[in-house]
């Protein structure tokens, strides 16, 4: 295997985001083309830490591993708005069919709430969510709302709302600075970022000797930048390490994955390292792979963690994963439309799309975590709504 390569095996199978999920076997998937990379951040992606200067890989690697495993306690942001937050705004909500919209949307309605804002929750398909802008428009929304769905995907009523002076939040999907768009959380640049952080934590936990495969659903631009911030860390860091990258589809999930995750360690036993792309992608894997004798052969880690990836860690199945507070999001995109209502410039934006995480290796935390919210979730710094909200100066 070439470090720093890419190869798709014949294995794979892609239904593609869009494609309806029908009866029948697994045999019916249709195999094809992965989608163009998108370029990795250069000198706008965000620093995970300062390594040291020369010394040994291992070592650098370390220190960036010691410098993002505290959990962070404050908020991303600090500079409150410059008059009182006006009520009656209203603002779209659009949630998607996955989980993680789920999240990204739990708090919205506490925060309109708080607001004295009026909150429309408008369902979409994650892929084709043109009519549900479309009913915010027609609704006669200030803000939308909504994660993980690129622009590209309902650009006729993108250009409608912003024609109509609609503005835009959005987190996970990587759209850069553009008129109507107030925020992109979570975007190519920190989500890189998290790729870097679990490629140094596999560098500094395997010696510098890792033959990584990442598990990855390459349609979502997001995840192909934490693809390449993985990728470019191993290049740069790790002289003895290989990246090899298994992409898959959203029906995989549960379903495909683990026997592909099984496949290609029988054909690939130098493998000792699985990353996944995010916390869904290992459902069912650890099962396989203890099925098949292979799950003392590889060290299970990922970005992104749920409630699957921390039971993993509690149950000592998965070694480590990044963190990603969803929720702490929506906060975000509220504070993007405050600074808008009041006429103020965003001057934080930057560091406000950088969402707060850490690396989680601890089983006694993963637990903590798992017992402290309804969706199981590390939600964000410890008080971050009384934090949001005091920062607002709304009792």
């Given at each position: 295997?070439?470090?720093?390569?890419?190869?798709?095996?014949?294995?794979?199978?892609?239904?593609?985001?869009?494609?309806?999920?029908?009866?029948?076997?697994?045999?019916?998937?249709?195999?094809?083309?992965?989608?163009?990379?998108?370029?990795?951040?250069?000198?706008?992606?965000?620093?995970?830490?300062?390594?040291?200067?020369?010394?040994?890989?291992?070592?650098?690697?370390?220190?960036?591993?010691?410098?993002?495993?505290?959990?962070?306690?404050?908020?991303?942001?600090?500079?409150?708005?410059?008059?009182?937050?006006?009520?009656?705004?209203?603002?779209?909500?659009?949630?998607?069919?996955?989980?993680?919209?789920?999240?990204?949307?739990?708090?919205?309605?506490?925060?309109?709430e708080a607001l004295g804002w009026e909150l429309k929750v408008i369902n979409v398909e994650s892929a084709s969510p043109g009519a549900g802008v479309q009913e915010a428009i027609d609704w006669g929304a200030n803000y939308i709302s909504i994660s993980g769905s690129p622009v590209?995907?309902?650009?006729?009523?993108?250009?409608?709302a912003v024609a109509a002076g609609i503005k835009f939040a959005f987190a996970y999907n990587g759209e850069a600075p553009a008129d109507g768009i107030l925020t992109s959380i979570s975007g190519?640049?920190?989500?890189?970022?998290?790729?870097?952080?679990?490629?140094?934590?596999?560098?500094?936990?395997?010696?510098?000797?890792?033959?990584?495969?990442?598990?990855?659903?390459?349609?979502?631009?997001?995840?192909?930048?934490?693809?390449?911030?993985?990728?470019d860390t191993f290049a740069n860091g790790c002289a003895a390490c290989t990246f090899d990258v298994l992409p898959v589809t959203i029906p995989d999930i549960g379903v495909n994955v683990p026997g592909l995750v099984?496949?290609?360690?029988?054909?690939?036993?130098?493998?000792?390292?699985?990353?996944?792309?995010?916390?869904?992608?290992?459902?069912?894997?650890?099962?396989?792979?203890?099925s098949a004798g292979l799950d003392k052969q590889v060290t299970q880690v990922g970005v992104d963690f749920d409630k699957t990836g921390l039971t993993e860690i509690v149950d000592g199945t998965h070694k480590a994963w990044t963190s990603n507070p969803k929720a702490y999001s929506a906060w975000l995109m509220a504070h993007a439309m405050i600074l808008d209502a009041v006429g103020d410039e965003y001057t934080e934006r930057a560091a406000g799309e950088v969402l707060p995480s850490f690396i989680l290796d601890d089983a006694t935390v993963a637990q903590q975590i798992i017992d402290s919210s309804e969706l199981s979730n590390w939600k964000g710094p410890e008080g971050y709504a009384d934090q949001f909200l005091a920062l607002w100066g709304v009792a």
């Open positions: 295997m070439r470090k720093g390569t890419r190869r798709v095996t014949a294995a794979i199978f892609a239904l593609g985001l869009v494609a309806a999920a029908c009866g029948g076997d697994d045999s019916s998937s249709v195999e094809t083309a992965a989608p163009n990379e998108t370029e990795a951040p250069s000198t706008d992606a965000p620093a995970v830490t300062d390594a040291p200067a020369g010394g040994d890989e291992v070592a650098a690697a370390q220190a960036v591993v010691d410098a993002n495993t505290v959990i962070p306690t404050d908020i991303s942001v600090s500079v409150a708005p410059s008059a009182a937050v006006p009520t009656g705004i209203k603002v779209a909500w659009l949630a998607c069919e996955l989980p993680s919209c789920t999240e990204v949307g739990e708090d919205w309605p506490a925060i309109a590209a995907a309902f650009q006729e009523q993108y250009d409608a190519n640049d920190s989500v890189y970022a998290a790729g870097e952080k679990i490629a140094n934590y596999i560098i500094a936990d395997s010696g510098a000797a890792a033959n990584v495969l990442m598990v990855n659903i390459q349609m979502f631009p997001v995840l192909v930048a934490e693809e390449n911030g993985m990728k099984a496949s290609y360690l029988q054909e690939h036993p130098e493998t000792n390292y699985v990353s996944y792309a995010f916390s869904a992608l290992p459902i069912g894997v650890t099962a396989a792979l203890q």
